[in-house]
């Protein structure tokens, strides 16, 4: 999942915020930017998500769509987050051995160790002069 652009961010604010802070950050912001203002062959993108983010936090509607995409993604990403660590720790803590039968997960990884020292041992004495 893509994470929105942060309108709040975007024009210097956190929430929340009121439509005098909105609109001065604004207006202090679109002058700093302005082309008439800035470098020659400097990239208008900040001047358009300056306006983008003005347009969307100065209405009371498109700001609640805003905020409440915000709060999705953080939720999303939290989840993400607690199944990563799930995860990670399963990897860290493996199962005890008399919880599953033979060749269960948790022997996996000790294969897999075993198989690959066997294979460098083979290849220290093959390779060994």
Aim: proline letters at 9%.
């Amino acid at each position: 999942m893509r994470e929105p652009r942060n309108c709040y961010h975007v024009l210097g604010l956190s929430p929340p915020v009121t439509a005098e802070q909105i609109r001065s950050s604004y207006v202090r912001l679109i002058k700093q930017h302005h082309p008439d203002r800035i470098r020659p062959g400097a990239s208008p993108l900040r001047l358009q998500q300056l306006q983008h983010a003005y347009h969307t936090l100065r209405d009371d509607g498109r700001r609640a769509d805003h905020d409440q995409a915000l709060l999705e993604h953080a939720q999303a990403h939290r989840a993400d987050m607690r199944r990563a660590r799930r995860r990670i720790s399963r990897l860290e803590h493996p199962r005890r051995p008399d919880v599953k039968g033979p060749g269960s997960s948790w022997q996996r990884p000790l294969i897999a160790a075993s198989a690959g020292g066997l294979l460098l041992l083979i290849l220290r004495v093959v390779l060994t002069p």
